[in-house]
């Protein structure tokens, strides 16, 4: 398989994820159970986790070392840039998260659905380019970044999209949507990881000294998300252990993926 292919399925397999997720509006009825809602998202936050740290900032911190740098000095620094960098979007685009009335960002005039809609999107922003950095660093040609290891990104970004498109869904068909439209919606939060991930492979391949950096901040912006909602979406109201089994186990699935492919 050539580098073109190699990247066109590399973007694919975190689409088809949220795409299957979202067409779970079509073969289950009625709102999803708190308890699998839970499990869920803690799913995604230890997929998420353990994918900055085996993913990203090793291979960061591997890459100063190889290139006779300081080696912390570039997971630190792109690190806390990515926290910062969706600090500013969380503040500036309006959404609303699932289980609040209150929409945060800048004041608009959008609807519930559209905002639910944009909430999701903005969490997809950073895995996008978590895939991209990676895919990136594959194609450098480096030894730190192999294609297997690239490819276990994908697949466990795709994995944890599952339950994200599902969980954005269904709520949407309970709000008034139409199945088809909530599926649509589904779908498109989950365009923006493509065309995310493309566009950090063309700026990386521009900047290739600097990939130690973007690798970070795509891990600080990936943690952000995890912290910000993902982690106290899981833990809110009752039963909150099963979010931490469901975090647990996400996160053994993402080690063992990236250690045993990577």
Not at 122 to 141: D, W
Not at 165 to 185: C, D, E, T
Not at 211 to 236: N, R
Request: proline letters at 5%; hydrophobic letters at 55%.
């Amino acid at each position: 398989m050539n580098d073109f292919w190699k990247v066109a399925v590399g973007l694919a397999i975190p689409l088809l994820g949220t795409t299957l997720g979202s067409a779970m509006v079509f073969f289950l009825r009625g709102e999803m159970r708190p308890g699998l809602q839970k499990a869920m998202l803690g799913f995604a936050s230890g997929v998420m986790i353990a994918a900055s740290v085996w993913s990203l900032l090793i291979p960061a911190i591997e890459m100063a070392e190889a290139a006779g740098g300081v080696a912390w000095v570039p997971a630190v620094t792109g690190f806390l840039l990515g926290i910062g960098f969706l600090l500013l979007l969380d503040t500036l685009i309006p959404h609303l998260h699932m289980d609040s009335a209150q929409p945060e960002g800048r004041p608009c005039g959008l609807g519930k659905s559209l905002m639910l809609v944009l909430a999701v999107t903005l969490h997809n922003i950073p895995e996008g380019m978590a895939v991209g950095v990676v895919l990136a660093g594959m194609l450098s040609g480096g030894s730190v970044i192999t294609t297997a290891g690239a490819f276990a990104l994908a697949v466990g970004i795709a994995i944890q999209n599952f339950p994200e498109g599902a969980i954005i869904s269904m709520p949407l068909v309970s709000s008034g949507l139409s199945k088809g439209r909530a599926f649509r919606y589904g779908f498109l939060s989950g365009v923006v990881e493509p065309v995310g991930a493309a566009i950090t492979i063309l700026l990386t391949s521009l900047v290739t000294p600097v990939l130690p950096y973007i690798l970070s901040f795509a891990a600080g912006a990936m943690i952000y998300v995890v912290v910000e909602e993902l982690i106290p979406e899981a833990q809110a109201g009752e039963h909150s252990n099963i979010g931490t089994v469901g975090a647990a186990l996400g996160f053994a699935l993402m080690m063992v993926l990236d250690v045993a492919l990577g």
